[in-house]
């Protein structure tokens, strides 16, 4: 959990840090290609939207890294890096149908041999 300034610890900055290089994700940025990226040690807050309220009533807590080149950003979920726990209420809503995946000829239509 981030400190009473809502800044990331130097643990949690530290896990972030790891979580984007066990996954791989420091490519280029998208946008210019820069190879540089700023973690701010600040977690941003992504609110749903809401039609009659300023603020949707929920928010998925991120991480942002931000392109030193273009100031492109990318945000990251906190709690999928295992720096915050869920708020109440978050990922309640449509899960994304499975594909359906097509299965091959199976063995069964095969003639007997022997
Ligand atoms: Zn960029």
Not at 28 to 50: I, K
Not at 52 to 72: A, D, E, K, Y
Request: glycine residues 8%; contains cysteine; proline residues 9%.
């Amino acid at each position: 959990m981030p400190d009473a300034e809502g800044k990331l610890t130097k643990d949690e900055a530290a896990t972030a840090f790891k979580w984007f290089a066990d996954k791989s994700a420091n490519k280029p940025c998208s946008m210019c290609g820069g190879q540089h990226w700023d973690m701010d040690d600040n977690l941003v807050r992504l609110d749903t939207w809401h039609p009659r309220l300023q603020n949707g009533p929920l928010c998925f807590p991120s991480v942002v890294l931000m392109c030193t080149t273009c100031g492109h950003m990318a945000f990251f979920s906190a709690v999928h890096m295992g720096i915050m726990t869920p708020p109440a209420g978050m990922f309640s809503g449509i899960t994304a149908p499975e594909k359906e995946v097509s299965k091959p000829e199976s063995a069964q239509s095969e003639p007997s041999r022997g």
